[in-house]
């Protein structure tokens, strides 16, 4: 689906400045829990606060007040090792004090390094890789057999995609037309050991998709004027969508992007300093 | 035919009845299949709104059925043992049990029950792998009439289950009439005795159990048998009070020797009181021949006659100590 054909529900400029504030906030959340005790994946954090950023604020049907309100959107992160990004854009929303960011990995707080569903907002525990489409599915289907208004996004790495059980998932979405679940692929290109195409290629992925049956389009994970409006959209009748956003890994930190060397840091504070200031000098 | 026409005479059979009937009752009760065969023309026929069927896709289908868990139903999740504990567990332990949620795991083919299929659908190490899973239920019905008595009592618990059905027709455990309620975490006494404990869990243990007791009856000692029908939470007293009223226990069990019913017992009474325990159950080796269920479970070591062996061994420390 092309952009220009979708209506314009971004709002005006404001919007987007308002975006690129809270994505500037979440990013520096990502990079203080990176320094603290016990590190986090920033790389793959950083490629996906755009998307988190978009959802969270302009896209998801939620109640930051009553995480349980059951006609919300559901948001799934399954990738689950982007928790910093998660938990940051959580608390930016609202579903928990800013503040409470500071005990990540800490034995006295419940942010447990992968997501949990002790944290307000978290809607399932991820972390290992290829569980969360199959969750995503099952909420869809759910939504879908007894006529509830929910809409079911879920974000998948795309190192991810090397898992069998995340096609078990599109097989079955696709099979039940799921056209309340969107997916939305963290197109990074890079996994610990380096290039996805090198390591286990994934292209051509769009067609991989198309060819499970899904609604597939490509997107700019970091352009709000291309995301928020892509999001919105909900999938054509009859089938689910997926979004493969294309993203830079360590977006944001210049010299920690597109590099493995970035998939995961625990920051000294030297280096934290550095990388605070090219996040801003950036922004 | 209508499902509930016949009676049914397997495990497995009595479960899928069960099931429907619950589901008439409370649509909240789903059904997810996996391609299993018979639930798509008695559950689907019916209910097709509270039934899915995952495909060949065990992993999908556990966290499907954790998802749908999630949203206030009480989801079945059907499949065979050897997928439940080894090729789903992933799926059963990060999406099921880590949260909790109220799904019933259902696994047919249990054990050896497979039989001549041999060790592909064999699943000799389900107890061992899934007890060890925090917040599930475990748990193994001796016959047709336990194991709808089974399921009303799970259907509403609040966290998740692993139910271990066979396949085949099993004879009855309990005399009609004389059903005691399910209670689960609550053995069961099908003799009284005060000379060996026999502590039994699935259909053809506990048969080999009873008729052992027969045996042993034969020769003048009194065991008690005891159907274990809840592997976790374990019915630690009833044990307990087996150590200290009788010689000993003798476990019997249609799972590898290894950390199954014995191997929970073993542990149990090592700390809680102290007391010979023989255990009889599958040796650790795959299955090499096909055959039937009871004729490669005896191949393996589990049948009357070994229950009767290991009894007496229990007996002759007794009268040597």
């Known amino acids: 689906m092309s952009v220009e054909a979708l209506p314009t529900s971004l709002g005006p400029a404001g919007d987007v400045l308002a975006l690129h504030r809270t994505a500037l906030a979440v990013r520096e959340h990502v990079l203080a829990i990176a320094a603290g005790p016990v590190g986090t994946h920033v790389g793959g954090s950083l490629s996906s606060v755009d998307i988190l950023v978009a959802l969270y604020q302009e896209v998801l049907r939620v109640r930051p007040a009553e995480p349980d309100w059951p006609d919300r959107d559901y948001f799934v992160l399954s990738k689950g090792h982007a928790s910093a990004a998660l938990y940051a854009t959580l608390a930016e929303r609202g579903f928990f004090p800013v503040a409470e960011l500071a005990s990540y990995g800490r034995a006295d707080g419940r942010l447990m390094a992968h997501p949990t569903r002790a944290v307000p907002g978290v809607e399932h525990a991820t972390g290992s890789l290829g569980h969360g489409l199959s969750f995503a599915v099952g909420l869809a289907l759910v939504a879908r057999r007894t006529g509830r208004p929910n809409r079911v996004f879920v974000l998948l790495g795309d190192g991810e995609l090397q898992e069998g059980s995340v096609w078990e998932a599109a097989m079955a ?15 990074n290109r890079l996994q610990i050991n380096g290039f996805t195409e090198d390591r286990m290629g994934l292209e051509p992925l769009v067609d991989k998709w198309r060819a499970f049956g899904w609604q597939a389009s490509e997107v700019d994970g970091h352009d709000f004027g291309e995301l928020v409006p892509a999001l919105r959209t909900p999938p054509a009748a009859g089938a689910p969508a997926v979004l493969v956003a294309d993203t830079v890994k360590g977006r944001g930190v210049r010299h920690l992007e597109h590099r493995k060397q970035g998939h995961f840091a625990k920051l000294g504070a030297q280096a934290y300093e550095r990388a605070l200031g090219a996040l801003r000098q950036a922004a | 035919m209508p499902a509930t026409a016949a009676p049914p005479d397997s495990d497995r059979a009595a479960y899928r009845c069960a099931l429907l009937d619950l589901a008439r009752r409370d649509s909240r009760i789903w059904c997810l299949d996996s391609d299993l065969g018979g639930l798509e023309r008695q559950f689907e026929a019916e209910l097709p709104r509270q039934y899915v069927d995952a495909g060949i896709a065990e992993a999908n289908l556990m966290t499907m059925a954790a998802a749908v868990a999630s949203t206030g139903l009480l989801p ?58 925090p917040n599930l239920t475990v748990l193994t019905p001796a016959d047709v009439g336990e194991t709808v008595r089974l399921i009303d009592a799970v259907a509403y618990l609040p966290g998740p289950v692993y139910v271990r059905l066979g396949r085949s027709p099993i004879p009855p455990v309990y005399p009609a009439g004389a059903e005691p309620a399910f209670v689960v975490g609550q053995a069961v006494e099908l ?20 008729d052992a007791a027969d045996a042993l009856a034969a020769r003048g000692h009194a065991a008690r048998v005891l159907n274990l029908h809840t592997i976790k939470p374990l019915d630690v007293p009833a044990l307990v009070d087996a150590a200290e009223r009788t010689a000993g226990l003798v476990t019997v069990e249609d799972h590898s020797l290894l950390g199954g019913l014995g191997g929970a017992v073993a542990e149990a009474l090592a700390e809680h009181r102290p007391a010979p325990v023989r255990r009889v159950g599958i040796a650790d080796a795959f299955c090499p021949r096909p055959g039937s269920h009871a004729e490669q479970l005896a191949a393996a070591g589990v049948s009357t006659d070994a229950v009767v062996a290991a009894a007496l061994a229990v007996l002759t420390t007794r009268v040597s100590s």
């Not at chain 2, 059907?78 to 909790?100: C, G, H, V, W």
């Open chain 1, 173 to 187: 979405a696709a099979h039940y037309e799921l056209d309340n679940l969107t997916a939305i692929v963290d197109r």
């Open chain 2, 76 to 133: 079945f999740a059907n499949t065979m043992a050897a997928f439940a504990s080894a090729r789903a567990l992933e799926q059963i332990k990060i999406d099921i049990a880590y949260p909790a949620l109220p799904v019933r795991i259902v696994a047919t083919h249990s054990g050896f029950a497979a039989a001549h299929l041999g060790p592909t659908h064999h699943a000799q190490q389900d107890l061992a792998v899934l007890r060890t899973m």
């Open chain 2, 191 to 210: 003799r009284a005795g005060d000379d060996v404990t026999i502590v039994a869990a699935g259909p053809l243990p506990v048969r080999f159990a009873l």
